[in-house]
């Protein structure tokens, strides 16, 4: 929080200034085993966004601390990839129970720094806290195949870890995101850089100082800090083999390219416009009270919000009733305990989901809900929007093509289900989707017709438990292996074939093997 000190000095002479600047938290890295204080003159402002007051300063780090935390990494995965799977699963059984206790903390800081609401917060904990939890069965996931092919000959596959491997990560969900990628990257023996979001890194700090405690040795996970300075040096550095990113198109598109034009295994999760079908035969209630909550839940900041919905014949009819839904939240700061939502990340983000509202009834869609403006008492600074419907939209519409990421459902209506299907397999995402049906029937036709990643069934925002993987489809992914389960496995190792031939008899004299072997 911005002291006193600061917010006079800002007013008076440059020393008392930088006096004060002193005196506000700073953000630390974590490299090889340690909390250090970075060296650099670039700093980052991380503000509270239901206050706007200074939480910390977040800083870009040097090319020298990077090349630090990348030679770690490197020294570290000479002795981490030779420990025992028993060891590194150790490791995970003692990290999940140390995130289970210190739950608490890690929200705070989540709603500190990003906004949402404790509940909310203590949700994006407890969904990569079960990712941990899955890493605990590394034994049996990581096991291979084995055939004996004859009697004196087997093929069996080790899976081997590949060696540094990085994370970039977003702001919406500072814990999960980050916890979908190292405890997977050290359990199956690599070493790991994690670049959380400049925008709320706390998370990511508590997490690695969990890490420590839980005896990851030094080295084998690093925190470094930065905007797109840190994130070219990853795409580049020779010791990074892989790189798993979530969060925009611009920034996913970029590392992606720059990371495989430099060699390196690339999985990017991107952005999303996850739309509803509303059947007719839906139960009512249910529906509306999942809707509310999956558009305008974390104020829409989800990357598997509900931001988008299809009314299908009479089911348009139920909209009043959804708009008294939405007017029933409460907007407020994260650490109120009646907060339903709290706030966008930053004023940026505020002007552009109100501009995007405007651009809506300026192309001729219907506002039958209005957040903007939105006064919330105590907190008359922070980010706020609260929750907004446009309705009669139209596919060419820039409300409807852009993401907003914000508490904003855009509504269209369609006859059939045939064309609800149409509008949503044209949309160029595919992150998840859902449909609110009584039918089994309808559900099967649309769970075989709808091109996306996450589909749910009378369920908002199905985002799988992490036995399965994270998929995407189309403009929501680029790269084709999926974060987590089976597949996040398979990002983190390479296979190795091996094929044994123990044989007894005598090596048949003086025929040499020059055919394909068969
Ligand atoms: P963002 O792309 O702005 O930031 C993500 C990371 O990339 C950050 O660490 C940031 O420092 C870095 N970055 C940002 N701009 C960059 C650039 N131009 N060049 C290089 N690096 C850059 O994303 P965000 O705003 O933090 O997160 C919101 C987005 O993430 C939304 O689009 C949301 O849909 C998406 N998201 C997707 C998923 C998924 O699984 N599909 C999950 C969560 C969030």
Known sequence: TASPAFKRALSTSRPALYAAQAAIPRTKLFINGEFIDSKTDKWIELRNPATQEIVTL?????????????????????????????????????????????????????????????????????????????????????????????????????????????????????????????????????????????????????????????????????VVHGARDTVNFICDNEHIKAISFVGSDQAGHYIHDRGSRNGKRVQANLGAKNHGIIMPDANKNHTLNQLTGAAFGAAGQRCMALSTVVFVGKAQEWLPELVERAK????????????????????????????????????????????RGIKVQKYEKGNFIGPSILTNVKTNMECYREEIFGPVLVCLNADTLDEAIDIINKNPYGNGTAIFTQSGATA?????????????????????????????????????????????????????????LWRHEDAEANVSAVNMPT
């Open 58 to 222: 977040v800083p870009e780090a040097t090319p020298e601390e990077l090349k630090y935390a990348a030679d770690s990494a490197a020294e570290a995965f000479k002795t981490w990839k030779k420990t025992s799977i028993l060891h590194r699963q150790r490791k995970m059984l003692d990290l999940q129970l140390l995130i289970r206790d210190n739950m608490d903390r890690i929200a705070h800081s989540i709603t500190l720094e990003q906004g949402k609401t404790l509940a909310d917060a203590r949700g994006d904990v407890l969904r990569g806290l079960q990712v941990v939890e899955s890493a605990c069965a590394i034994p049996h996931m990581l096991m291979g195949d084995t055939l004996e092919v004859a009697t004196d000959m087997d093929t069996y596959t080790i899976r081997e870890p590949l060696g540094v491997v990085a994370g970039i990560t977003p702001f919406n969900f500072p814990a999960m995101i980050p916890l979908w990628m190292f405890p997977l990257a050290n359990v199956t023996g690599n070493t790991c850089i994690i670049k959380p979001s400049e925008k709320d890194p706390g998370a990511t700090m508590i997490l690695a100082e969990l890490a420590h405690k839980a005896g990851i040795p030094a080295g084998v996970l690093n």
């Open 328 to 371: 029933q939240l409460k907007v407020s700061s994260g650490f109120e305990a009646d907060a339903d939502l709290g706030p966008l990340i930053s004023p940026e983000s505020l002007a552009r989901v109100e501009r995007l509202i405007e651009s809506g009834v300026k192309e001729g869609a219907d506002l039958i809900l209005d957040g």
């Open 444 to 500: 099967r036709k649309f769970t075989n017709e709808v091109d996306a990643g996450q589909v749910g069934i009378n369920v908002p925002i199905p985002v799988p438990l992490p036995m399965f993987s994270f998929t995407g489809s189309r403009g929501s992914i680029r790269g084709d292996v999926n974060f987590y389960g089976k597949s996040g496995i398979s990002f983190y190792t390479s296979t190795k074939t091996v094929t044994a």
